[in-house]
């Protein structure tokens, strides 16, 4: 079983930057399909960014696309999101999600490994 720890989460003025990163544990790292996830509250979970076991193909919500870039380094065990122009309703807790297949998803109920989640907030 895969374990993910997300850090790197925080406060930054809108038109700022922020990675945060998810490194896991536990399993064999290159064999899950990662995504990141995002929830505000009163709002339900939603999907931001995926990426396949290899690396090869990413996918993003329509919201961040053009803003947020995904990326692995499976040497490391290591997932990246890295966040761009960011805006005041990116604010959320942004979770790492994992699940060991060979395709991609964007639903909550498809991933079956979660960390914990870290907080960004973006000041206007």
């Known amino acids: 079983q895969v374990q993910l720890v997300e850090s790197g989460g925080g406060l930054v003025q809108a038109g700022g930057s922020l990675r945060v990163s998810c490194a896991a544990s536990?399993?064999?790292?290159?064999?899950?399909?990662m995504a990141w996830f995002r929830q505000a509250p009163g709002n339900e979970r939603e999907f931001v960014a995926g990426i396949n076991f290899s690396g090869r193909s990413t996918y993003y919500a329509d919201s961040v696309k053009g803003r947020f870039t995904v990326s692995r380094d499976n040497a490391k065990n290591t997932v990246y999101l890295q966040m761009n122009n960011l805006k005041p309703e990116d604010t959320a807790i942004y979770y790492c999600?994992?699940?060991?297949?060979?395709?991609?998803?964007?639903?909550?109920?498809?991933?079956?490994?979660w960390g914990q989640g870290t907080q960004v907030t973006v000041s206007s």
């Open positions: 536990g399993g064999t790292f290159s064999a899950y399909a």
């Open positions: 999600a994992a699940v060991m297949s060979p395709l991609h998803y964007t639903d909550v109920a498809d991933y079956n490994h």
